[in-house]
């Protein structure tokens, strides 16, 4: 099984809401992460968990705020967010490292009204 | 600083030809170098891992060869389908990140 699950695959939120996109992965690996992509460009890498605890902010507004409940599960909590915010949100694994090859989700597209 | 870079951006080719992709990156220090499909508004799937040691590795009809030396991979797809569709990026570890090349998007017409 190489698969990263997310959910959900598309979300609307106003500029007041509160809300989560959730990602899971049973292959055992100990890095996962959160990029997003705007249209027509490569993904931008957000956050990195490494066993479970942060290890890479890329400097992201603290509207997005990450957590990692367990080695399978990864939340990014949303709040306040911008127009500009709209994007595909990306979830990926590896095995530990940050070298070895990494496994994406298929996304959840975020539309901020 | 490492940059990664894919030309051409785009390209357009008749079904059945075979075709090369590019990507070339400035420190010649890396781990490995993967490559990606993602189809429109998808997430990204992995199609071959090339790992430092290596000079090449296949996949059904794809190849892809790397030269450390010269800082460039190739992405080698053998008789194109529309299936085949799709952008595809090279991307190159950095610690604890992945360094993507801007893509290059492919249309195999019938």
């Known amino acids: 099984d190489t698969e990263v699950t997310q959910t959900p695959k598309h979300l609307v939120m106003g500029m007041t809401n509160k809300k989560s996109l959730k990602c899971e992965q049973h292959?055992?690996?100990?890095?996962m992460y959160w990029y997003k992509q705007k249209a027509k460009k490569p993904p931008e890498l957000m956050f990195v968990y490494s066993y479970e605890k942060l290890s890479i902010n890329e400097s992201v507004p603290s509207r997005f705020s990450p957590e990692c409940p367990n080695s399978s599960l990864l939340n990014l909590h949303l709040h306040a967010l911008q127009p500009e915010d709209s994007a595909l949100y990306l979830c990926?694994?590896?095995?530990?490292?940050?070298?070895?090859?990494?496994?994406f989700g298929e996304g959840s597209r975020l539309t901020v009204l | 600083k490492q940059e990664v870079t894919q030309i051409p951006a785009a390209l357009s080719v008749p079904e059945g030809e075979n075709l090369v992709l590019n990507c070339s990156f400035t420190?010649?220090?890396?781990?490995?170098l993967q490559w990606f499909r993602q189809d429109p508004g998808k997430g990204l799937t992995s199609l071959l891992l090339?790992?430092?040691?290596?000079r090449e590795q296949t996949s059904g009809r794809l190849n892809a060869s790397l030269d450390k030396s010269s800082g460039r991979s190739t992405l080698y797809i053998a008789a194109s389908q529309p299936g085949d569709s799709a952008t595809y990026l090279c991307?190159?570890?950095?610690?604890?990140?992945?360094?993507f090349g801007q893509g290059t998007t492919l249309q195999v017409k019938p």
């Open positions: 420190d010649s220090a890396i781990y490995n």
């Open positions: 090339i790992q430092s040691s290596q």
């Open positions: 292959m055992g690996h100990r890095a």
């Open positions: 991307a190159v570890p950095r610690p604890g990140k992945l360094i």
């Open positions: 990926a694994s590896s095995q530990g490292g940050g070298t070895g090859e990494l496994f």
